[in-house]
C-alpha cells in the first residue's frame, strides 16, 4: 500500500499543529524545538493502526499476547509493509516509539535487584495512518495517509482544516522557581556512590560508567504544559512529547543515540556538561573550561571508542569513522561536548540486529559495557525506566532516528518521574557530579514547576 503525501500551502508552528491532537490516546510528537543542524525536522503521528507493547518481557499487538520479542515482531511488520520513500523527508511511512533501559538490558543479559515502580511498558511502537512533517528550515509542511480505511483526499481535507483553526499558544513567562521534589538518594549518599564508582575504576573493573538518580515530583498532570514551558524556555533537537493515555512521556534531549539513513548509521554521544553563564564573559569562561577539561575530554574518548566497537559489529570493515570530536554544543542552560561516530551498515543489517549491537547507548552505559551495567544497577536505588532508554522513529525503508532519553520527565498516577546522571571516571569528584546532576534537572524541575503552578498556559 502506497503513502499518500500532500504539501500543505502554508506553515505554522508543529506545536500549534499538534495541539488539537494533545490528548488523544497515542498521539505523538518528535519536537526539533532547536533548529540547528542535528533539528530539521518535527513529526506527528496521529490515527493509528497497529500497537505494538511490550511489558513484562511480553510482547502484544493491538492487546493480543505474542509469544517473540518485540524487536523480532517490529521486523516482522516493517518486512511485510515495506515501502520505499522517495521524498527528502526522513519519515512518510512508519513507527514512532520508545525503548525503556530496562528493555536493553535484555539484550546484554543483565538483570535487575530493583523492582519495577510503575505501570509503564518497556518499550512501545505505534504505526500510524497519519503523520504530519514539518520541515522547519525550509517552512513547509506535508500530511501522509493510508488508504485501507478512508480516502487520502477525505483525511486530507480534515487534517489541513484543523491545521488552519489552531491557534498561537501564548508563551509563558520564565521563572526561576523549581519544583519540589524526593531523589532517591540524599547528596551524601549519592557522593558516597560516586566514590564506590571510583574505586571500581580504580581496581581496573571498569573505565568509567553513567551513575544516575531518580527525582519523583508530585503533581496534578498538566503535562502538556511542561512540554510548553519545556520547548518555549529550553528547546532541544530532540525532544517529545508522547500521550499514551494513563501515562505521558516529556522529553527535551539534547543528545541522538542512532541515525540511519541510506544505510549509514550515525551516533553523536554527549559527555561533559557545563552551565550556561549569567553573562557573556562567563558564557565564554565555562565554554572554554569545558573544551580545555580533559577529564570531559578522556570521558568522552572512551565513550567513542565504545561507540566505535558497537558499530564496527554492524558496519562494513573500514567504513567507521569519528568525522567529529570534541565539539561544544550550546543549549538553553549548559554546553555539552560532542562527538559523531559514523559507518556503513553491512547490506540486510535489520532493526532487531542495530539494537542488539548499540542499545542502549555507550554514553549512559559506560565500558566495558556489560560490566558498567551490572555495576550501575548494584549502585543505583531505582530502576532506570524509559531515561536513558531512546524515543524515536523507524521507517518502513529502513531508516531510523533515535535519541537518548535525557532531560525527560515521564508521568503517571499523580507523580513525575525524573531520571538525572552523569559519567564517572577515576578523575571525578563526587561534590562536582551530585551538582552536575541537579543542573541537569533545573530545566525540568523549572518547567514543571511553572505548569503545575498555573492553569493560562
Known amino acids: 500500500m502506497k503513502t499518500k503525501i500532500k504539501q500543505l500551502s502554508f506553515y505554522k508552528d508543529p506545536e500549534e499543529i499538534f495541539y488539537p491532537y494533545r490528548e488523544e490516546q497515542y498521539a505523538v510528537f518528535l519536537d526539533s524545538s532547536l533548529e540547528n543542524d542535528q533539528g530539521r525536522y518535527s513529526i506527528i503521528g496521529v490515527n493509528p493502526y497497529l500497537i505494538l507493547s511490550q511489558e513484562n518481557g511480553q510482547c502484544t499487538v493491538n492487546g493480543t499476547a505474542d509469544a517473540r520479542p518485540l524487536e523480532e515482531v517490529l521486523d516482522h511488520y516493517l518486512e511485510a509493509f515495506e515501502e520505499e520513500n522517495q521524498t527528502e523527508l526522513p519519515l512518510v511511512s512508519g513507527a514512532v516509539g520508545y525503548l525503556s533501559y530496562d528493555f536493553g538490558r535484555r539484550f546484554e543479559h543483565v538483570l535487575s535487584c530493583h523492582q519495577k515502580e510503575t505501570g509503564v511498558p518497556e518499550a512501545v511502537f505505534v504505526f500510524y495512518d497519519n503523520l504530519i512533517i514539518a520541515d522547519q528550515r525550509e517552512r513547509k509542511l506535508y500530511l501522509t495517509a493510508r488508504e485501507e480505511n478512508r480516502s487520502a483526499e477525505d483525511v486530507f481535507r480534515e487534517m489541513e482544516r484543523t491545521a488552519r483553526e489552531s491557534f498561537s499558544l501564548r508563551k509563558p513567562q520564565r521563572q526561576q522557581r523549581i519544583a519540589d521534589f524526593v531523589p532517591d538518594f540524599q547528596k551524601q549518599e549519592y557522593e558516597k556512590a560516586v566514590k564506590k564508582m571510583i574505586s571500581y575504576i580504580e581496581e581496573g573493573d571498569i573505565y568509567i560508567a553513567n551513575m544516575t538518580q531518580q527525582l519523583r515530583i508530585p503533581g496534578k498532570g498538566q503535562c502538556y504544559d511542561v512540554f510548553h514551558y519545556l520547548r518555549t524556555h529550553n528547546p532541544s533537537p530532540f525532544g517529545a512529547y508522547m500521550n499514551y493515555g494513563d501515562f505521558q512521556v516529556i522529553c527535551a534531549s539534547p543528545e541522538r543515540f542512532l541515525k540511519v539513513t541510506d544505510k549509514t548509521a550515525v551516533t553523536r554521544p554527549i559527555k561533559g556538561t557545563r552551565r550556561r553563564g549569567r553573562n557573556r564573559a562567563e558564557d565564554v569562561q565555562l565554554r572554554q573550561e569545558l573544551l580545555d577539561s580533559e577529564k570531559d575530554r578522556s570521558e568522552l574518548l572512551m565513550i567513542v571508542d565504545l561507540e ?60 566495558p559495557k556489560i560490566h558498567a551495567m551490572e555495576i550501575i544497577d548494584r549502585l543505583e536505588r531505582s530502576q532506570r525506566g524509559l531515561y536513558t ?51 541537569k534537572a533545573k530545566a525540568v524541575l523549572e518547567a514543571v514547576a511553572a505548569a503545575e503552578g498555573r492553569q493560562d498556559l
Open 389 to 439: 532508554g531512546s524515543i524515536g522513529y523507524v521507517s518502513l525503508n529502513g531508516d531510523c532516528d533515535f535519541n537518548i532519553v535525557i532531560r525527560t520527565a515521564v508521568y503517571q498516577d499523580g507523580m513525575y518521574r525524573l531520571g538525572v546522571g552523569g559519567g564517572i571516571t577515576w578523575e571525578s569528584d563526587p561534590k562536582f557530579e551530585y551538582e552536575e546532576t541537579m543542573q
Open 308 to 367: 566505535r566497537n558497537d558499530l564496527n559489529c554492524i558496519c562494513e570493515p573500514g567504513t567507521v569513522k569519528v568525522p567529529e570530536h570534541c565539539t561544544v554544543e550550546e543549549y538553553a542552560t549548559v554546553f555539552h561536548l560532542v562527538s559523531t561516530v559514523k559507518g556503513k551498515l553491512r547490506e540486510g543489517t535489520n532493526v532487531q540486529e542495530l539494537l542488539k549491537a548499540m542499545f542502549p547507548g555507550g554514553s549512559v552505559t559506560g565500558a
